[in-house]
């Protein structure tokens, strides 16, 4: 993207957020730019109605009116300088959420796949870095570039007025300070690029240390030693490289600063020599050596806002890089049915992950019914998860296809197909919400008397009716430590309030994914026993490793290198005493 275009993206999407506040920062800015040219002349005016009054002895009346006039402008520039910052901090609040939905709003498009790719978290990372700080300082960059630029006008005219040299001269002073801000702003942008990954680590092993999920075992194998060096080392090796660039940055800047400093006070020294020679008032003097000072003060503004825009621009691009990431197109986008009438098929399914070599699954067919109930088993890495995430349609196959009722699963629309859909996965995520919350993922719990009944209907399904009774407020309980009042959950209560989480929906389809591996063994009996009773006429497919739960299945299937090695009934593959039979006796053994 050039930059021209990207400087109108980045206006057009502030602008968008607020168009108000948009066009009052734009007054404030212009309004300021022409200040500072009014604060020289009336200056100039003051000094020498000044020196009439002391000197000659003229009415001190208009040596008032300017230092009247002189007071408004100050005040007024006050008032301005606080209206922007307010402007400034309110444009910053809104741009920074509205960045953010952005962002937030891609993410939950883009295929599930990428966050199963570390090159796709390095884009996320240069995305998200310093994202709404960036995008609203470039335009206040380009604000205040105007504001100098009309300043600049302003202060160029009046230098005329003294010398037509003058101008032309201080105009050229601008080249040298572009050409080291532009070399500062691509130097950090390379080495912050570089460090993407290693900046993630150093993240992830400081979060480690200050996360309630790892303290458990960083205590008890007394890891703090090891992941503090980890992070000590990471972090330190980023920051000598990032200062070894702005120590180069400032050698540059100090000298290229410097010499034209000096070029603008040797200006002021010719014109005290010349002025032995050319009649000037001290007021003219006064105002041409603050002319000289804030045609300095601008160009440099100019030349450092125009380097920001260039530094900011780099990261800016690659926010918007992200946000143009391509999102896979519904090709039909066709409603769900109500029903479940010709079942689900799973068509010569092969499923690999970015950056691996071997499938996971390996040309895998399979046929469920309607209505029917159906366990996978197979060992770890069998591909038993995966298989459930591909036919929920989170994987895309690498090829094959997936068709419910004998349509593809890309064909149809994604809320549609998640309105007949459900899952408990053996990673559930804790919502450290309400309980109802965590269960509805709803603003309220209780609308109305529908979603009331859905509620307690899913929590007894899920056994957690004698849960929430003992607890205070209910559904109302604030889950997890994080927040005040919270209550925390055993590993096991937190599986129900997911599995209640899949029956708070009016599924066709359900997936279970080592639904109960937390819970006791009664509460396994009583989940799987509820499953079979408000699953009657909807299709459940489940997985579990405690092979005893898979006898209520009508038929099982037995997963092993990404194949289906074996399909049958229970007895069936006990009476074929090959792969099932192996890894049912195994487990048979320790209750004998």
């Known amino acids: 993207m050039k930059y021209a275009n990207l400087i109108f993206e980045v206006m057009k999407q502030v602008y968008r957020v607020s168009p108000r506040m948009f066009s009052r920062a734009t007054v404030i800015y212009l309004a300021q730019a022409f200040l500072p040219v009014a604060q020289i002349y009336i200056t100039a005016q003051v000094i020498n109605a000044v020196t009439g009054v002391l000197t000659r002895g003229e009415t001190p009346l208009s040596a008032l ?75 206040f960059y380009i604000f205040s570039i105007i504001q100098s630029v009309i300043t600049l006008a302003g202060l160029l005219v009046l230098l005329f007025s003294f010398h ?19 070399k500062e702003g691509a130097s950090r942008f390379i080495v912050i690029h570089q460090q993407t990954a290693s900046s993630r680590m150093a993240v992830y092993m400081n979060q480690l240390l200050q996360t309630k999920e790892a303290a458990k075992e960083i205590r008890l194998f007394d890891a703090k030693d090891f992941l503090l060096s980890r992070w000590r080392d990471i972090y330190f090796k ?27 006070f040797s200006i002021l020294a010719v014109f005290i020599w010349l002025g032995s020679r050319v009649k000037l008032t001290i007021g003219s003097y006064v105002a041409l050596y603050q002319a000289v000072q804030d045609t300095r003060y601008s160009i440099q503004n100019i030349s450092q806002n125009m380097g920001q825009i260039y530094h900011d621009g780099l990261f800016i691009h690659e926010l918007f890089e992200f946000l143009d990431t391509p999102v896979p197109q519904q090709s039909k986008e066709l409603p769900m049915a109500g029903q479940l009438f010709q079942g689900i098929e799973v068509d010569r399914v092969s499923f690999r992950y970015p950056s691996q070599e071997r499938n996971i699954l390996d040309d895998l ?81 209780t609308d109305d008397w529908k979603s009331e009944r859905q509620l307690t209907h899913a929590i007894d399904k899920a056994s957690m009716t004698s849960l929430v009774n003992s607890l205070r407020d209910g559904v109302s309980t604030q889950l997890g430590t994080r927040f005040s009042g919270g209550r925390e959950l055993s590993q096991g209560q937190w599986q129900k309030v997911a599995i209640a989480r899949a029956f708070y929906r009016d599924f066709e389809v359900i997936y279970l994914d080592e639904p109960t591996a937390a819970v006791d063994p009664l509460t396994e009996s009583a989940i799987f026993e509820n499953l079979m009773s408000i699953t009657e006429g909807k299709t459940a497919i489940f ?21 289906i090695v074996e399909e049958g009934r229970h007895e069936e593959l006990i009476e074929q005493d090959a792969h099932y039979a192996e890894m049912f006796n195994k487990q048979a053994q320790w209750y004998r």
Not at 93 to 104: C, E, H, P, R
Not at 164 to 178: D, R
Not at 402 to 418: A, E, G, L, Q
């Open 164 to 182: 037509y040299i003058l101008p032309i001269v201080m105009l050229l002073l601008i080249i040298p300070l572009l050409v080291i801000q532009k």
């Open 365 to 445: 067919s399979i046929r469920i019914k309607p209505g029917e109930k159906v366990a996978i088993v197979g060992e770890n890495g069998a591909g038993k998860s995966t298989l459930v995430k591909v036919m929920l349609g989170l994987y895309e196959p690498t090829s094959g296809e997936v068709r419910y009722n004998n349509i593809p699963i890309h064909d149809y629309d994604p809320t549609s197909f998640r309105s007949k859909v459900t899952a408990v996965f053996q990673d559930f995520y804790r919502y450290e919400l309400t309980l109802g919350a965590n269960i509805t993922l709803q603003e309220s719990e």
């Open 543 to 563: 997985i579990s490793h405690r092979l005893g739960s898979c006898r209520q299945a009508d038929r099982i299937l037995v997963l092993k290198d990404g194949r």
């Open 238 to 264: 980023n920051t000598y490289e990032m200062l070894g660039v702005e120590r180069k940055n400032m050698k540059n800047r100090l000298v290229v600063e410097s010499a034209v400093t000096i070029f603008s």
């Open 65 to 139: 009116y300017w230092l009247v006039l002189q007071l408004t402008v100050i005040l007024l520039g006050i008032a301005l300088s606080s209206f922007q910052k307010y402007t400034e901090r309110k444009m910053n609040a809104y741009v920074s959420f509205w960045f953010n939905l952005q962002v937030s709003e891609k993410l939950s498009k883009l295929p599930f796949l990428f966050f199963e790719s570390p090159e796709s978290y390095d884009k996320l990372q240069r995305a998200l870095r310093n994202l709404s700080i960036c995008g609203i300082n470039m335009v």
